[in-house]
């Protein structure tokens, strides 16, 4: 049994920061990427980060580069997402994921997902 546990999000302003969580616990870890995704109302799960698990590549959506960093902690397995000059379009249920052998930006590729976290961002 393989669970992703997510914790932070919240409400902040336009211009602030939040950091999510994502613990992985269960079989043994063997995922090639731990990811972000979220999906705002009535929009489908949009890619917004990942980190290849043996290389620790790291991808970015465009529209959050240079804001957000995703990193991890390999003895907790665990997967963090950093965002910065957050903007009221950031606003949406953010999932973690592990899986993206099919394509990291392919949310049907992910074996295992978090329960998600709102964030909020006001203007």
């Known amino acids: 049994q393989v669970e992703l546990v997510q914790s932070g999000g919240g409400l902040v302003q336009a211009g602030d920061s939040l950091r999510l969580s994502c613990a992985y616990s269960?079989?043994?870890?063997?995922?090639?990427?731990m990811s972000w995704f979220r999906q705002a109302p009535g929009k489908g799960r949009e890619f917004v980060a990942a980190?290849?698990?043996?290389?620790?590549?790291?991808y970015y959506a465009d529209s959050v580069k240079g804001r957000f960093t995703i990193s991890r902690d390999n003895a907790k397995i665990t997967v963090y997402l950093q965002m910065n000059s957050l903007k009221p379009e950031d606003t949406a249920v953010y999932y973690c994921?592990?899986?993206?052998?099919?394509?990291?930006?392919?949310?049907?590729?992910?074996?295992?997902w978090g329960q998600g976290t709102q964030v909020t961002v006001s203007s």
């Open positions: 994921g592990a899986g993206g052998s099919w394509g990291l930006a392919a949310w049907t590729g992910y074996d295992y």
């Open positions: 269960g079989r043994t870890f063997g995922s090639y990427a």
């Open positions: 980190i290849t698990w043996s290389d620790g590549k790291l």
